[in-house]
């Protein structure tokens, strides 16, 4: 494996202040195409400077041929491109050779969401008289009444709530810390779950989730039993935690937040992020109008 990967990993840590989960993602696609190179070039001890426009453009393609959506494949390739502007600005290439290679055309797709109803069903859905299922139901309740983002709820500690000021302290992207209000109903499921754990007051253990074998919570785990629930409550496809952060949001629009305040609770670094979820309120809006207003159809019986 090439150092510069090593030493580029460090630099996001560090310097860019990335998350865990996001430098795992850049290291393992960087591996990808590092393994890619070397199979390509059938030699073991390749280095960048020896990367050609031409090799990334068949690891794309082969990437496609492989079936690997057109979001996969686009992220791929940003971790290859922030890789080399980095090799460019430490001087072990003179020449970007990744700069003239634009991102696959993504699908425009609106976010997936659940209604109130279904939203409101899915917080009880998990059983009440075991630390598990009190555990689930505070990693629900989370997702939905604040909108976080699952790497920051594994992340968050016991000392991270603040029940007196009623406020949660959520370490986001690029270690921006942010303020998240804590709701009567995940308040009132928090201190039924550390009433259930044992370690709930001792120093030893100050991370808020773990399995059941006293490990660290961790993503596979929470996608399996968030995706298990919203299944028996939808038939929707792409059903995962980032469902609830985007039913979050809507919800919020639906009910007269104002963008600006939305994007704070998400922790978006621009509006623009956040303007996309105007767009599925506006399709709602639209639908319910059409369902409605007596004069919306186009057979309402006038000529």
Do not use: C
Not at 17 to 41: P, V
Not at 48 to 61: A, D, N
Not at 228 to 239: A, F, G, P, T
Not at 264 to 289: A, C, F, P
């Amino acid at each position: 494996m090439w150092i510069e990967l090593d030493q580029f990993i460090h630099y996001l840590n560090y310097e860019r202040k990335y998350s865990r989960y996001t430098l795992e993602s850049y290291r393992n696609d960087l591996a990808q195409f590092i393994e890619f190179m070397e199979e390509r070039t059938n030699y073991s001890q390749i280095t960048p400077k020896i990367v050609e426009t031409i090799h990334i453009k068949e690891f794309l393609g082969q990437l496609m041929i492989s079936g690997l959506s057109k979001s996969s494949i686009a992220r791929k390739l940003s971790a290859i491109k922030s890789f080399f502007r980095y090799l460019v600005r430490i001087n072990v290439i003179r020449e970007n050779v990744v700069i003239t290679i634009s991102s696959p055309k993504l699908d425009r797709r609106l976010p997936v969401i659940i209604d109130i109803e279904r939203a409101n069903k899915l917080m009880e859905m998990p059983p009440n008289d075991t630390i598990e299922g009190v555990r689930d139901r505070v990693i629900l309740e989370l997702l939905y009444g604040t909108g976080i983002r699952l790497g920051e709820l594994l992340s968050l500690k016991m000392s991270d709530l603040d029940f007196s000021a009623n406020i949660i302290r959520v370490m986001g992207k690029r270690r921006k810390e942010r303020i998240l209000p804590m709701g009567s109903k995940l308040r009132k499921v928090l201190k039924t779950y550390f009433l259930l754990r044992e370690d709930a007051k001792s120093e030893k253990n100050k991370r808020l989730f773990y399995t059941v074998k006293g490990k660290d919570l961790y993503p596979l785990a929470v996608q399996k039993m968030v995706r298990m629930y919203l299944s028996k409550l939808s038939e929707q496809e792409h059903l995962s935690p980032h469902t609830l952060r985007h039913t979050f949001a809507t919800h919020l629009l639906d009910k007269g937040a104002d963008l600006y305040t939305v994007k704070e609770l998400l922790g978006h670094e621009s509006l623009s992020t956040t303007q996309i979820y105007t767009h599925v309120s506006m399709d709602r809006l639209k639908k319910v109008y059409q369902q409605s207003h007596p004069r919306a159809s186009r057979d309402n019986g006038s000529h």
